[in-house]
Every structure is written in structure tokens, then in C-alpha cells.
């Protein structure tokens, strides 16, 4: 595990320098779900500081949609 035991992946926006990424994604554990929602202190957004610059945070929450919905490219077996 190279990052720990909560988190399973961290991708980041790719940039060239001396640009910074505007933002990456963090994906947890299945198993360490209500970790993450004591650390957002159970907040749809919150503000950290890290290294000195501002950071925001929020959980992503998939939204299902219906399989029959215009647009969607879902497909189900």
C-alpha cells in the first residue's frame, strides 16, 4: 500500500511548470468511508490550509440516474 490504509489512489491534474495543479482526487477505501466523513467533520466542503495555501475538500457522491434517461451512455448487463 503506497499510500496507507485509507487511501487507495491520488491522481492530479497534470501541468507544465511553473504552473500548479488546480486540483486532484482522492480516492478512499471502501473501509475508511466514515474516516473521511469525521475528517470533512460531516461538511459538504472544507477549507484547509496546507503548506500555506488554501485548500477545499468535498466527498464526491455519485448520482445514479435512471438506465431509460436521455443522454446517458450507461450501459447495463
Known sequence: RQFGDIIEMLVMQETTPPEQSLYARLVVR??????I??????????????NGKHVWA??????FSSPFEVGTSRVFP
Open 30 to 35: 471502501d473501509e475508511a468511508m466514515d474516516d
Open 37 to 50: 466523513d469525521q475528517f470533512l467533520e460531516y461538511k459538504l466542503t472544507m477549507k484547509f490550509a496546507i
Open 58 to 63: 468535498r466527498k464526491f457522491v455519485r448520482k
